[in-house]
Protein backbone atom coordinates (compact mmCIF):
# COMPACT_ATOMS: atom_id res chain seq x y z
CA UNK A 1 0.00 0.00 0.00
CA UNK A 2 1.05 3.48 -0.35
CA UNK A 3 2.03 5.54 2.22
CA UNK A 4 -0.14 8.86 2.15
CA UNK A 5 1.61 10.43 5.13
CA UNK A 6 -0.05 13.44 6.88
CA UNK A 7 2.13 16.23 7.03
CA UNK A 8 4.85 16.88 9.22
CA UNK A 9 3.23 16.06 12.65
CA UNK A 10 1.77 13.15 11.53
CA UNK A 11 -1.61 11.97 12.13
CA UNK A 12 -4.36 12.99 9.79
CA UNK A 13 -6.22 17.15 11.17
CA UNK A 14 -8.79 18.37 9.96
CA UNK A 15 -7.65 20.98 7.79
CA UNK A 16 -8.88 24.36 8.74
CA UNK A 17 -9.68 26.88 5.64
CA UNK A 18 -9.53 30.13 7.53
CA UNK A 19 -5.64 28.95 8.53
CA UNK A 20 -5.00 27.18 4.80
CA UNK A 21 -6.03 30.95 3.65
CA UNK A 22 -3.35 32.39 6.39
CA UNK A 23 -0.53 30.05 5.56
CA UNK A 24 -1.09 30.62 1.56
CA UNK A 25 -0.76 34.28 1.66
CA UNK A 26 1.94 34.71 3.92
CA UNK A 27 4.13 31.86 2.43
CA UNK A 28 3.26 32.17 -1.68
CA UNK A 29 1.21 34.82 -2.51
CA UNK A 30 2.82 37.39 -0.64
CA UNK A 31 4.60 38.87 -3.82
CA UNK A 32 1.25 38.99 -6.12
CA UNK A 33 -1.58 40.82 -5.58
CA UNK A 34 -3.46 37.41 -7.72
CA UNK A 35 -5.42 34.20 -6.48
CA UNK A 36 -5.82 35.52 -2.41
CA UNK A 37 -9.51 36.98 -2.06
CA UNK A 38 -10.87 38.24 1.03
CA UNK A 39 -14.92 39.91 2.29
CA UNK A 40 -17.79 38.24 3.81
CA UNK A 41 -18.47 36.48 0.53
CA UNK A 42 -15.21 34.52 0.60
CA UNK A 43 -15.70 33.42 4.46
CA UNK A 44 -19.22 32.78 3.64
CA UNK A 45 -17.64 30.02 0.72
CA UNK A 46 -14.72 28.64 2.87
CA UNK A 47 -17.57 27.95 5.45
CA UNK A 48 -19.44 25.80 3.23
CA UNK A 49 -16.44 23.85 1.62
CA UNK A 50 -16.94 20.24 2.35
CA UNK A 51 -14.54 19.05 5.42
CA UNK A 52 -10.84 17.76 4.69
CA UNK A 53 -8.19 16.30 6.61
CA UNK A 54 -3.95 17.02 6.18
CA UNK A 55 -4.57 13.07 4.39
CA UNK A 56 -6.67 14.50 1.77
CA UNK A 57 -4.31 16.66 0.93
CA UNK A 58 -1.11 14.75 1.06
CA UNK A 59 0.58 13.57 -1.96
CA UNK A 60 2.43 9.36 -1.02
CA UNK A 61 6.06 9.92 0.37
CA UNK A 62 9.53 9.08 -1.24
CA UNK A 63 8.39 10.45 -4.43
CA UNK A 64 8.95 13.41 -6.64
CA UNK A 65 5.92 15.10 -8.65
CA UNK A 66 5.99 17.70 -11.19
CA UNK A 67 3.30 20.32 -11.91
CA UNK A 68 3.58 22.29 -15.45
CA UNK A 69 1.73 24.22 -17.51
CA UNK A 70 -0.10 27.86 -16.73
CA UNK A 71 -1.14 29.94 -13.70
CA UNK A 72 -4.43 27.50 -13.15
CA UNK A 73 -2.32 24.61 -12.78
CA UNK A 74 -0.34 26.63 -10.06
CA UNK A 75 -3.74 27.53 -8.42
CA UNK A 76 -4.13 23.44 -7.76
CA UNK A 77 -0.32 22.63 -7.18
CA UNK A 78 -0.24 25.73 -4.31
CA UNK A 79 -2.40 23.32 -1.92
CA UNK A 80 0.27 20.93 -1.51
CA UNK A 81 2.01 23.30 1.40
CA UNK A 82 -1.16 23.32 3.13
CA UNK A 83 -0.57 20.15 5.52
CA UNK A 84 3.04 21.44 6.65
CA UNK A 85 2.90 25.18 5.81
CA UNK A 86 6.43 25.76 7.47
CA UNK A 87 8.01 23.46 4.46
CA UNK A 88 10.67 24.84 2.99
CA UNK A 89 10.43 26.76 -0.51
CA UNK A 90 12.67 26.84 -3.05
CA UNK A 91 13.14 28.96 -6.47
CA UNK A 92 15.58 30.37 -8.74
CA UNK A 93 16.64 31.78 -12.32
CA UNK A 94 15.51 29.38 -14.48
CA UNK A 95 14.12 26.94 -11.92
CA UNK A 96 11.17 25.61 -10.78
CA UNK A 97 9.55 26.66 -7.64
CA UNK A 98 10.23 23.45 -5.58
CA UNK A 99 8.23 22.41 -2.16
CA UNK A 100 10.70 20.21 -0.02
CA UNK A 101 7.66 18.42 1.89
CA UNK A 102 8.02 16.07 5.02
CA UNK A 103 9.05 11.81 4.13
CA UNK A 104 11.15 12.90 1.22
CA UNK A 105 8.65 14.08 -1.17
CA UNK A 106 9.31 17.31 -3.18
CA UNK A 107 7.24 18.93 -5.53
CA UNK A 108 8.41 20.55 -9.05
CA UNK A 109 6.22 23.85 -10.05
CA UNK A 110 6.78 24.77 -13.43
CA UNK A 111 4.63 27.61 -14.53
CA UNK A 112 5.23 30.69 -16.49
CA UNK A 113 9.13 30.08 -16.87
CA UNK A 114 10.50 31.86 -19.15
CA UNK A 115 13.14 29.37 -19.77
CA UNK A 116 11.82 26.34 -19.35
CA UNK A 117 8.83 26.56 -21.13
CA UNK A 118 9.27 29.11 -23.63
CA UNK A 119 9.21 27.67 -27.50
CA UNK A 120 11.13 30.14 -28.54
CA UNK A 121 13.87 28.62 -26.56
CA UNK A 122 12.83 24.91 -27.75
CA UNK A 123 12.66 21.85 -25.49
CA UNK A 124 16.13 21.33 -24.07
CA UNK A 125 16.07 23.41 -21.05
CA UNK A 126 12.98 21.44 -20.15
CA UNK A 127 14.40 17.74 -21.25
CA UNK A 128 18.03 18.88 -19.40
CA UNK A 129 16.03 19.39 -16.31
CA UNK A 130 13.87 16.08 -16.86
CA UNK A 131 16.88 14.08 -16.98
CA UNK A 132 18.24 15.09 -13.78
CA UNK A 133 15.13 14.75 -11.49
CA UNK A 134 13.19 11.62 -11.30
CA UNK A 135 9.59 12.43 -11.41
CA UNK A 136 7.55 9.91 -10.34
CA UNK A 137 4.17 11.55 -11.29
CA UNK A 138 3.40 14.52 -13.64
CA UNK A 139 0.49 16.88 -13.79
CA UNK A 140 0.80 18.75 -17.05
CA UNK A 141 -0.89 21.07 -19.56
CA UNK A 142 0.11 23.15 -22.45
CA UNK A 143 2.20 26.45 -21.44
CA UNK A 144 1.52 29.89 -23.16
CA UNK A 145 2.87 30.43 -26.23
CA UNK A 146 6.28 32.08 -26.87
CA UNK A 147 4.31 35.51 -27.66
CA UNK A 148 2.90 35.29 -24.19
CA UNK A 149 6.53 35.78 -22.26
CA UNK A 150 7.21 39.61 -23.42
CA UNK A 151 4.02 40.54 -21.45
CA UNK A 152 5.30 38.89 -18.09
CA UNK A 153 8.53 40.50 -18.79
CA UNK A 154 7.30 44.12 -19.22
CA UNK A 155 4.43 43.76 -16.55
CA UNK A 156 7.21 43.07 -14.21
CA UNK A 157 9.23 46.14 -15.52
CA UNK A 158 5.77 48.30 -15.58
CA UNK A 159 5.30 47.37 -11.90
CA UNK A 160 8.89 48.38 -10.55
CA UNK A 161 8.45 51.71 -12.13
CA UNK A 162 11.15 51.25 -15.22
CA UNK A 163 8.73 52.08 -17.71
CA UNK A 164 6.27 53.57 -16.10
CA UNK A 165 4.73 55.32 -19.38
CA UNK A 166 4.04 51.86 -21.20
CA UNK A 167 0.32 50.36 -21.04
CA UNK A 168 0.23 46.83 -20.36
CA UNK A 169 -2.92 46.42 -19.79
CA UNK A 170 -3.67 44.63 -23.67
CA UNK A 171 -2.25 40.98 -23.46
CA UNK A 172 -0.23 40.82 -26.72
CA UNK A 173 -1.23 36.88 -27.38
CA UNK A 174 -3.30 35.89 -24.21
CA UNK A 175 -6.59 34.29 -24.61
CA UNK A 176 -7.30 31.27 -22.87
CA UNK A 177 -9.32 29.16 -24.82
CA UNK A 178 -7.73 26.32 -26.17
CA UNK A 179 -5.64 26.40 -29.21
CA UNK A 180 -6.52 29.74 -29.54
CA UNK A 181 -3.48 31.93 -28.47
CA UNK A 182 -1.25 30.19 -31.65
CA UNK A 183 -3.82 32.28 -33.97
CA UNK A 184 -3.54 36.05 -31.77
CA UNK A 185 -1.49 38.40 -33.76
CA UNK A 186 0.80 40.47 -32.13
CA UNK A 187 -0.60 44.10 -31.03
CA UNK A 188 1.15 46.79 -31.68
CA UNK A 189 1.51 47.61 -27.84
CA UNK A 190 4.05 44.72 -28.41
CA UNK A 191 6.78 46.58 -30.52
CA UNK A 192 6.25 49.94 -28.71
CA UNK A 193 7.45 47.55 -25.07
CA UNK A 194 10.74 45.83 -26.97
CA UNK A 195 13.71 47.93 -26.24
CA UNK A 196 14.47 49.91 -29.37
CA UNK A 197 18.51 49.58 -28.64
CA UNK A 198 18.12 45.54 -28.60
CA UNK A 199 18.78 44.00 -32.25
CA UNK A 200 16.40 41.50 -33.61
CA UNK A 201 19.17 39.02 -32.80
CA UNK A 202 18.91 39.72 -28.80
CA UNK A 203 15.17 39.99 -28.84
CA UNK A 204 15.06 36.47 -30.49
CA UNK A 205 17.13 35.07 -27.36
CA UNK A 206 15.50 36.28 -25.01
CA UNK A 207 12.12 35.21 -26.37
CA UNK A 208 10.42 38.38 -27.64
CA UNK A 209 9.89 37.41 -31.30
CA UNK A 210 7.45 34.90 -31.17
CA UNK A 211 8.20 31.62 -32.64
CA UNK A 212 7.13 28.23 -33.44
CA UNK A 213 4.46 26.89 -30.97
CA UNK A 214 6.17 23.99 -28.92
CA UNK A 215 4.05 21.21 -27.32
CA UNK A 216 5.53 20.25 -24.42
CA UNK A 217 3.51 17.37 -23.69
CA UNK A 218 5.06 14.97 -25.42
CA UNK A 219 8.24 15.36 -24.01
CA UNK A 220 7.02 15.03 -20.64
CA UNK A 221 5.25 11.65 -21.20
CA UNK A 222 8.56 10.43 -22.92
CA UNK A 223 10.68 11.24 -19.61
CA UNK A 224 7.82 10.98 -16.74
CA UNK A 225 5.98 7.25 -17.59
CA UNK A 226 3.08 8.60 -14.95
CA UNK A 227 1.77 11.75 -16.89
CA UNK A 228 -1.73 13.24 -15.82
CA UNK A 229 -2.64 15.75 -18.51
CA UNK A 230 -4.09 18.52 -16.44
CA UNK A 231 -6.89 20.50 -18.32
CA UNK A 232 -7.60 23.68 -17.24
CA UNK A 233 -11.21 24.96 -16.12
CA UNK A 234 -11.10 27.58 -18.79
CA UNK A 235 -10.52 24.89 -21.35
CA UNK A 236 -13.19 24.03 -23.93
CA UNK A 237 -11.88 21.07 -24.93
CA UNK A 238 -9.11 19.06 -23.59
CA UNK A 239 -5.85 19.17 -25.04
CA UNK A 240 -5.04 15.59 -27.84
CA UNK A 241 -3.71 13.04 -25.41
CA UNK A 242 -3.06 9.19 -25.76
CA UNK A 243 -6.00 7.17 -25.35
CA UNK A 244 -3.98 5.49 -22.12
CA UNK A 245 -3.50 8.74 -19.97
CA UNK A 246 -5.76 9.84 -17.57
CA UNK A 247 -6.83 13.64 -18.23
CA UNK A 248 -7.98 15.16 -15.12
CA UNK A 249 -10.54 17.79 -16.22
CA UNK A 250 -11.22 20.67 -13.63
CA UNK A 251 -13.99 22.24 -15.12
CA UNK A 252 -16.17 19.63 -13.96
CA UNK A 253 -15.24 20.76 -10.25
CA UNK A 254 -15.97 24.72 -11.71
CA UNK A 255 -19.63 23.30 -13.01
CA UNK A 256 -20.11 21.03 -9.68
CA UNK A 257 -20.21 24.70 -8.01
CA UNK A 258 -23.06 27.04 -9.11
CA UNK A 259 -21.07 30.16 -7.50
CA UNK A 260 -17.33 29.06 -7.88
CA UNK A 261 -14.88 31.98 -5.36
CA UNK A 262 -13.49 33.97 -7.91
CA UNK A 263 -10.81 36.41 -7.57
CA UNK A 264 -10.62 39.23 -5.87
CA UNK A 265 -13.19 39.22 -3.88
CA UNK A 266 -15.71 36.22 -4.54
CA UNK A 267 -17.40 37.90 -7.19
CA UNK A 268 -16.43 38.18 -10.99
CA UNK A 269 -13.03 36.46 -11.16
CA UNK A 270 -10.12 38.49 -12.87
CA UNK A 271 -8.86 35.72 -16.31
CA UNK A 272 -10.98 33.35 -14.62
CA UNK A 273 -8.75 32.64 -11.98
CA UNK A 274 -10.69 31.02 -8.80
CA UNK A 275 -9.81 32.32 -4.71
CA UNK A 276 -6.69 30.22 -2.97
CA UNK A 277 -8.04 28.72 -0.51
CA UNK A 278 -11.03 27.47 -2.09
CA UNK A 279 -12.37 25.12 -5.86
CA UNK A 280 -8.45 24.56 -6.89
CA UNK A 281 -8.01 23.17 -3.24
CA UNK A 282 -10.67 20.54 -3.52
CA UNK A 283 -9.30 19.95 -7.09
CA UNK A 284 -5.67 19.14 -5.55
CA UNK A 285 -7.37 16.38 -2.95
CA UNK A 286 -8.78 14.69 -6.39
CA UNK A 287 -4.90 14.92 -7.75
CA UNK A 288 -3.90 13.37 -4.12
CA UNK A 289 -5.85 11.07 -5.25
CA UNK A 290 -4.68 10.29 -8.85
CA UNK A 291 -1.29 10.14 -7.53
CA UNK A 292 -2.14 7.18 -4.94
CA UNK A 293 -3.91 5.31 -7.49
CA UNK A 294 -0.76 5.31 -9.67
CA UNK A 295 1.71 4.82 -7.16
CA UNK A 296 0.20 1.67 -5.69
Not at 176 to 200: A, F, M, T
Request: net charge neutral; hydrophobic share 30%; with cysteine.
Amino acid sequence: PVSEGGGADGGCPPVSYEKATSCMKVRLLRSTNMYGCKGDGYHKFLSELPTLTSCDLSLPVNRTYLFFGVSYTKEIAYNAIIPECTARVTEGNCQPMTFHLSDNRTVHIIVNNACLQNGHFGVGPLEAFLKTEHIDVAFATEPHPPCYFPHMFFLGQVRRGDHPSVHVGNYPCVDNGRGSEQKVERKPDLDNLIPQSLSPEEQGRKGWVAGDVVSYLPIIRQHVKKTVQLDSWVNKDPWPHPESEIVFNTSEFVRKFSRPCSFPNCGNGVGNHLCLVGTPTLMFREVARIAKRLLK
